[in-house]
């Protein structure tokens, strides 16, 4: 951060503080009965998830699409923390929650996954903007939509944001 100094009139000044670089967005107050893993990097590591039971609506994290990258492409995926598979349902939206599903938007299975297209539509990918935040929603849920999350069981789900290429 820099300190300026303004001058509005003789004997008159305000301080303003400058941030340089890019600002972290707020994280979303979780809705209730969610999870929400944290505001993850395009870094390809795997951020976990805690605390989800049989009782969790849904769980999230959000992400900022990086800058310098149109025309390439983006994958963000879904893994299971240990134990054996559990299907899931994956939605990017812009909204925690939001399970609307957008073209190519939304996957289910074991290990979901989801592929982006920065600036320029492409096949079997969403269309993202540089710069914009997006919501990846999770639910352990079967493809019949009943709860894939039984009790006893590890539903914590880890997820990967991959860096564009």
């Not at 505001?39 to 605390?51: F, N, P, Q, V």
């Not at 009782?55 to 025309?71: E, K, V």
């Not at 893994?79 to 929650?97: E, F, S």
């Amino acid at each position: 951060m820099t300190d300026t100094k303004i001058t509005l009139s003789p004997g008159d000044s305000v301080l303003v503080t400058a941030v340089s670089g890019p600002v972290p967005p707020i994280p979303p107050t979780p809705p209730v009965g969610s999870v929400f893993i944290g505001h993850i990097d395009a870094d390809g590591a795997r951020h976990a998830a805690t605390g989800v039971t049989p009782a969790t609506t849904f769980i999230y994290c959000t992400f900022t699409i990086p800058t310098g990258a149109n025309g390439k492409q983006m994958q963000i995926s879904t893994y299971n923390t240990t134990g054996p598979a559990i299907w899931r349902k994956v939605n990017l939206a812009r909204q925690p929650g939001d399970f609307t599903a957008l073209p190519n938007g939304s996957d289910q299975g074991g290990t979901p996954s989801l592929h982006m297209a920065i600036g320029t539509p492409q096949v079997g990918c969403v269309t993202v903007q540089a710069g914009e935040v997006w919501v990846l929603n999770i639910r352990d849920q079967s493809f019949t939509g009943a709860n894939s999350c039984s009790l006893g069981q590890d539903c914590n789900p880890t997820v990967a944001l991959f860096p564009p290429s």
